[in-house]
Nanobody
Framework: QVQLVESGGGLVQAGGSLRLSCAASGRTLSTFALGWFRQAPGKEREFVATINWSGSWTYDADFVKGRFTISRDNAENTVYLQMNSMKPEDTAVYYC???????????????????WGQGTQVTVSS
């Protein structure tokens, strides 16, 4: 089992920044990729970014390139999502997820992730 707890969501003005945290615990985390997804009201859950546990591989969705950065702190078993230059369309519930990493490719589909956090609300005002 893997437990994931997100924090850091809130209300921010357009152009502002937030940093989300995902504290992970449980089984051998080195075999997992940690990803961020988001879901806006009335929309499907969409992939944001992912990282392998060593941090040597990352992959971002096109819509966040240059604005969001995923990183990890192994000492704290925590993965972060730094969000800059935020837009109202970034408003969503953001979820942290963990899924097996085979070493061939980072998972980007929600079906590839086995464990999910409870989500944290991010609201960007215009």
């Amino acid at each position: 089992q893997v437990q994931l707890v997100e924090s850091g969501g809130g209300l921010v003005q357009a152009g502002g920044s937030l940093r989300l945290s995902c504290a992970a615990s449980g089984r051998t985390l080195s075999t997992f990729a940690l990803g961020w997804f988001r879901q806006a009201p009335g929309k499907e859950r969409e992939f944001v970014a992912t990282i392998n546990w060593s941090g040597s591989w990352t992959y971002d969705a096109d819509f966040v390139k240059g604005r969001f950065t995923i990183s990890r702190d192994n000492a704290e078993n925590t993965v972060y999502l730094q969000m800059n230059s935020m837009k109202p369309e970034d408003t969503a519930v953001y979820y942290c997820a963990a899924g097996p990493f085979t070493g061939w490719r980072l998972p980007t589909r929600s079906s590839e992730y086995n464990y999910w956090g409870q989500g944290t609300q991010v609201t960007v005002s215009s």
